[in-house]
């Protein structure tokens, strides 16, 4: 066995490694980049190397700074985790050269199964199913569109190299070829440095469904049951299970064989995942089965395997890298488990990734973190934990924004459905946006209960998935709750502070009126307090409208939810609720160079809402004024207006670069630009002020920002 193992990756797959090396007594080497300097994944393994600047290009996917990282810290082997390099031939023969172990399968395995062309070839050749079509070298736009009117409409296009959903079209008509092969081309031209593509029948109703196989070195590969993976979006998965749903046990053999023999077939070793489709019967089973890729690396699913075999697939891994023989794998699955990936991402916004700093993460406190494995009876933990991300760490623009992959495991899939439903009611993420609430809605989803479920489920429920958000009365309610309680809480030696005639000020009072906003929503709200009652009314544009917009009575108990954090429970009319609110004193305390956002969680909801500033001056008559902000952490690229300059709507103000997409940011109406900000290629935060603008015929800004 390795005495010492270098970390070629980073987040919860650099942790999942490191947790396994330290329990059986390996020394683990982190690499990190100018923007991981104190992430997770460093911390959790006993050294550390600096492999160069954020982008990942320059770091994590530079295999020469890597293979000299490893050889300057010594390591023996190399775990490649799953993305950035793992699946590069090159950098495993670079390894090689190096005098490092790689700890995957031989470059030619990687060659063999990585063109989907000459991988397809070969499974026919060992006798693995595979979907009818076209897998030729010729790519004459002529013979290609002869192939698909021969396989029948409708086809996929798919980009011969690569994955990941990229390079690949549906046609359901000829008319529709040509124009959906020329984009698939430029797709994989773009994402793979080759435009070469396959032609393949769409089967219908599909679902995902993958083998775990394992091979060493002496001869031995086995496969240790299927997960099914059908839950996708824009075919990147969602959720994972095992085992699948819906199989009866001849068609789970049949899938294993063929699985193993895919392996056997380019003389594999170590961890693999063989992915076939499969069609729907449209009652919770499959027809038919094809081979579609196979992974030649660990998958980020992997933990779903190892709570119903009790396997640490992992350590495999490190043993079978050693050259030592598989161990005998287990006869049956025990048990069901499920698995989701919670993202920084903002579903309601196209699930566009959302960064930025955590500022609050809480996660189910009873689960176990990366534990593999199972008690003395034989029981898996209920709840695992795999997560790279901690609360005040940055979510980065550079790199893939999963913070945590949550597992639940049971006696019965139903039993595992509901323990991980919980989990994500517990779940709670500040700063960036998460798809937490996104993810539990789809697990009560009446076709994923049922087990009766293809890959385009979600885009035919998207509508009602993205539907349970906190009804904005809600959310204000709790946010002004929240913030009386915590400027109650600081001038506990008045116990009337709106009894006071002046307007807020930062951090001295609470409003008598607040003003939230989220996007294009703003509500304001009204608290008061007569003959010894607080009162609550609130008012807005948005749709829906917020109603009633009279006083009601309001009542609430508040309690410490963690730093930052009330917990209340609130009525208000007939409305009762228990709800959690993030960063009040935050908020209250803001300079006015940042937006202060309140998070307000909500039966499982999330939703954040910009405190709107009250000016007095304005509120006097002052003149209005107006801000542009950063709706993102990015880079300035280009600033097209100066002070004083006179703009219109819907001009450009800012073009901001963030997460590889230029943002212009336009004004909303009319008006002079007061001030700017920021300069070009300076990097700013979320939510930093850009921006001055004030109408035409309103006075200078006085003073600096």
Same mark, same amino acid.
């Given at each position: 066995?390795?005495?010492?193992?270098?970390?070629?990756?980073?987040?919860?797959?650099?942790?999942?490694?490191?947790?396994?090396?330290?329990? %059986?007594?390996?020394?683990?080497?982190? !690499?990190?980049?100018?923007?991981?300097?104190?992430? /997770?994944?460093?911390?959790?393994?006993?050294?550390?190397?600096?492999?160069?600047?954020?982008?990942?290009?320059?770091?994590?996917?530079?295999?020469?700074?890597?293979?000299?990282?490893?050889?300057?810290?010594?390591?023996?082997?190399?775990?490649?985790?799953?993305?950035?390099?793992?699946?590069?031939?090159?950098?495993?023969?670079?390894?090689?050269?190096?005098?490092?172990?790689?700890?995957?399968?031989?470059?030619?395995?990687?060659?063999?199964?990585? +063109?989907?062309?000459?991988?397809?070839?070969?499974?026919?050749?060992?006798?693995?199913?595979?979907?009818?079509?076209?897998?030729?070298?010729?790519?004459?736009?002529?013979?290609?569109?002869?192939?698909? *009117? #021969?396989?029948?409409?409708?086809?996929?296009?798919?980009?011969?190299?690569? &994955?990941?959903?990229?390079?690949?079209?549906?046609?359901?008509?000829?008319?529709?070829?040509?124009?959906?092969?020329?984009?698939?081309?430029?797709?994989?031209? =773009?994402?793979?440095?080759?435009?070469?593509?396959?032609?393949?029948?769409?089967?219908?109703?599909?679902?995902?469904?993958?083998?775990?196989?394992?091979?060493?070195?002496?001869?031995?590969?086995?496969?240790?049951?299927?997960?099914?993976?059908?839950?996708?979006?824009?075919?990147?998965?969602?959720?994972?299970?095992?085992?699948?749903? #819906?199989?009866?046990?001849?068609?789970?053999?049949?899938?294993?064989?063929?699985?193993?023999?895919?392996?056997?077939?380019?003389?594999?070793?170590?961890?693999?995942?063989?992915?076939?489709?499969?069609?729907?019967?449209? /009652?919770?089973?499959?027809?038919?089965?094809?081979?579609?890729?196979?992974?030649? *690396?660990?998958? !980020?699913?992997?933990?779903?395997?190892?709570?119903?075999?009790? %396997?640490?697939?992992?350590?495999?891994?490190?043993?079978?890298?050693?050259?030592?023989?598989?161990?005998?794998?287990?006869?049956?699955?025990?048990?069901?488990?499920?698995?989701?990936?919670?993202?920084?991402?903002?579903?309601?916004?196209?699930?566009?990734?959302?960064?930025?700093?955590?500022?609050?993460?809480?996660?189910? $406190?009873?689960?176990?973190?990366?534990?593999?494995?199972?008690?003395?009876?034989?029981?898996?933990?209920?709840?695992?934990?795999?997560?790279?991300?901690?609360?005040?760490?940055?979510?980065?623009?550079?790199?893939?924004?999963?913070?945590?992959?949550?597992?639940?495991? @049971?006696?019965?899939?139903?039993?595992?459905?509901?323990? %991980?439903?919980?989990?994500?009611?517990?779940?709670?993420?500040?700063?960036?946006?998460?798809?937490?609430?996104?993810?539990?809605?789809?697990?009560?989803?009446? &076709?994923?209960?049922?087990?009766?479920?293809?890959?385009?489920?979600?885009?035919?429920?998207?509508?009602?998935? +993205?539907?349970?958000?906190?009804?904005?009365?809600?959310?204000?309610? $709790?946010?002004?709750?929240?913030?009386?309680?915590?400027?109650?809480?600081?001038?506990?030696?008045?116990?009337?502070?709106?009894?006071?005639?002046?307007?807020?000020?930062?951090?001295?009072?609470?409003?008598?009126? +607040?003003?939230?906003?989220? @996007?294009?929503?703003?509500?304001?709200?009204?608290?008061?307090?007569?003959?010894?009652?607080?009162?609550?009314?609130?008012?807005?544009?948005?749709?829906?409208?917020?109603?009633?917009?009279?006083?009601?009575?309001?009542?609430?108990?508040?309690?410490?939810?963690?730093?930052?954090?009330?917990?209340?429970?609130?009525?208000? @009319?007939?409305?009762?609720?228990?709800?959690?609110?993030?960063?009040?004193?935050?908020?209250?305390?803001?300079?006015?160079?940042?937006?202060?956002? %309140?998070?307000?969680?909500?039966?499982?909801?999330?939703?954040?809402?910009?405190?709107?500033?009250?000016?007095?001056?304005?509120?006097?008559? @002052?003149?209005?004024?107006?801000?542009?902000?950063?709706?993102?952490?990015?880079?300035? =690229?280009?600033?097209?207006?100066?002070?004083?300059?006179?703009?219109?709507? &819907?001009?450009?103000? !800012?073009?901001?670069?963030?997460?590889?997409?230029?943002?212009?940011?336009?004004? &909303?109406?009319?008006?002079?630009?007061?001030?700017?900000?920021?300069?070009?290629?300076?990097?700013?935060?979320?939510?930093?002020?850009?921006?001055?603008?004030?109408?035409?015929?309103?006075?200078?800004?006085?003073? #600096?920002?």
């Amino acid at each position: 066995m390795f005495t010492s193992v270098l970390i070629a990756n980073r987040g919860e797959i650099a942790c999942r490694v490191a947790a396994t090396c330290a329990r %059986l007594g390996i020394r683990s080497i982190a !690499v990190y980049s100018d923007a991981d300097a104190g992430a /997770a994944h460093v911390t959790a393994c006993d050294d550390a190397e600096h492999i160069g600047p954020a982008a990942a290009a320059q770091s994590y996917l530079d295999a020469r700074r890597i293979v000299r990282a490893a050889l300057a810290s010594g390591a023996q082997a190399v775990h490649p985790g799953y993305g950035f390099l793992s699946e590069n031939p090159q950098f495993a023969r670079a390894c090689a050269e190096a005098g490092l172990v790689f700890i995957g399968p031989p470059p030619q395995a990687i060659e063999a199964m990585g +063109l989907k062309s000459e991988s397809k070839r070969l499974m026919q050749q060992a006798g693995v199913p595979v979907v009818p079509g076209y897998h030729g070298a010729e790519q004459d736009d002529e013979l290609l569109a002869g192939q698909a *009117r #021969g396989i029948g409409w409708p086809v996929l296009i798919k980009a011969s190299a690569g &994955g990941g959903g990229k390079g690949m079209r549906e046609v359901h008509a000829q008319a529709d070829f040509a124009a959906a092969l020329a984009s698939c081309r430029r797709e994989a031209k =773009a994402a793979f440095g080759d435009d070469a593509v396959l032609i393949e029948k769409l089967v219908a109703r599909p679902r995902h469904i993958e083998i775990q196989v394992f091979a060493d070195r002496h001869g031995q590969a086995v496969a240790l049951f299927e997960r099914d993976c059908s839950l996708q979006r824009r075919h990147q998965k969602v959720v994972e299970e095992a085992p699948a749903p #819906g199989l009866r046990p001849e068609q789970r053999r049949r899938l294993a064989e063929a699985a193993v023999a895919a392996a056997r077939a380019v003389g594999y070793e170590g961890a693999g995942t063989v992915e076939f489709i499969a069609e729907g019967d449209g /009652a919770g089973g499959i027809r038919d089965f094809y081979f579609m890729e196979m992974n030649t *690396r660990l998958q !980020v699913e992997h933990p779903v395997t190892e709570m119903i075999t009790g %396997l640490d697939l992992v350590e495999w891994q490190l043993r079978v890298a050693a050259g030592e023989p598989l161990p005998k794998p287990p006869q049956q699955p025990h048990g069901h488990a499920v698995e989701v990936r919670l993202y920084a991402e903002s579903p309601r916004n196209g699930f566009l990734p959302s960064s930025g700093r955590v500022r609050r993460l809480q996660l189910p $406190a009873r689960a176990a973190r990366f534990e593999v494995g199972a008690d003395a009876a034989g029981t898996p933990a209920a709840l695992r934990i795999d997560s790279g991300v901690r609360e005040g760490d940055v979510v980065s623009t550079f790199y893939d924004p999963m913070v945590a992959k949550l597992v639940a495991w @049971g006696e019965t899939r139903a039993q595992a459905i509901d323990r %991980l439903g919980s989990a994500l009611r517990a779940t709670r993420l500040a700063g960036p946006d998460s798809n937490a609430a996104f993810l539990r809605r789809l697990l009560r989803s009446p &076709g994923f209960v049922a087990g009766d479920m293809d890959t385009g489920l979600i885009g035919r429920e998207l509508d009602q998935l +993205l539907a349970g958000d906190i009804e904005p009365r809600q959310a204000v309610l $709790a946010a002004c709750c929240a913030l009386l309680q915590q400027q109650l809480e600081q001038a506990s030696h008045d116990p009337d502070p709106w009894a006071r005639g002046d307007a807020w000020s930062n951090g001295v009072r609470p409003p008598r009126e +607040l003003r939230l906003a989220r @996007g294009e929503q703003l509500l304001v709200a009204r608290i008061g307090r007569e003959h010894g009652q607080w009162n609550f009314a609130c008012d807005g544009a948005g749709d829906p409208p917020v109603q009633p917009d009279a006083a009601e009575a309001l009542q609430w108990q508040a309690a410490r939810g963690g730093d930052d954090e009330w917990e209340l429970r609130i009525a208000c @009319g007939t409305l009762a609720m228990h709800a959690h609110v993030v960063g009040a004193a935050a908020a209250l305390r803001a300079p006015e160079h940042e937006t202060p956002r %309140l998070h307000v969680f909500v039966d499982g909801e999330h939703a954040a809402w910009e405190l709107r500033r009250h000016s007095a001056r304005a509120a006097a008559g @002052g003149g209005a004024q107006d801000s542009v902000r950063a709706p993102m952490p990015g880079r300035i =690229a280009s600033l097209p207006v100066q002070a004083g300059q006179q703009v219109r709507a &819907g001009q450009t103000l !800012v073009v901001l670069e963030a997460m590889k997409m230029e943002h212009s940011l336009q004004a &909303g109406d009319d008006g002079v630009v007061d001030a700017v900000l920021v300069a070009e290629g300076e990097q700013v935060a979320d939510g930093a002020l850009l921006l001055r603008m004030r109408r035409d015929d309103a006075p200078e800004q006085e003073g #600096g920002p």
